[in-house]
């Protein structure tokens, strides 16, 4: 039993500086996430050709909301579901937006569009094998 990752290959599981895993096409330098490997989706732009790349740990809050009921399969929930504070941040590098879990205990009243946030990773659910991880979201530094 260990940690391991709960969607392989979206992620590093780097305990001190987790950051998701993108790609970048090398024509447009469009960002992907998650990974794009087969055409790039500018409109403007023709390439085939992309670059994994490390994406930004941290960014800002772009709205946000709660899931106050149990997501459907194949989110794994626990046995009594608890609400949870999902975030939309803005990448500081990229300024793409990616979906996330707010650590637990941050509620939709604790924080605001604009807060500092950053990456970290978090058990998603335990099962046989062991812990899997996911990334969720932090308030960092002059949040709410």
Known sequence: MGKKA????WYS???DKP???GTQCQSCKTYYFPKQSTFC???DCQS???EEVPLS???KIWSYTNASYQPPEPFVA????EPFTIAAVELDREKMIVLGQMIMGIEPSDIKVGDDVELVMDT???DEDGEKLIWKWQPIGGSS
Request: glycine share 8%; net charge negative.
């Open 13 to 15: 599981l780097d305990a």
């Open 124 to 126: 998603l659910y335990t």
């Open 6 to 9: 709960a969607i392989e290959g």
């Open 19 to 21: 950051h998701l895993i």
């Open 78 to 81: 626990p046995e009594n579901f």
């Open 57 to 59: 740990r941290t960014g």
């Open 48 to 50: 085939e050709n992309f």
């Open 41 to 43: 989706r500018n409109p």
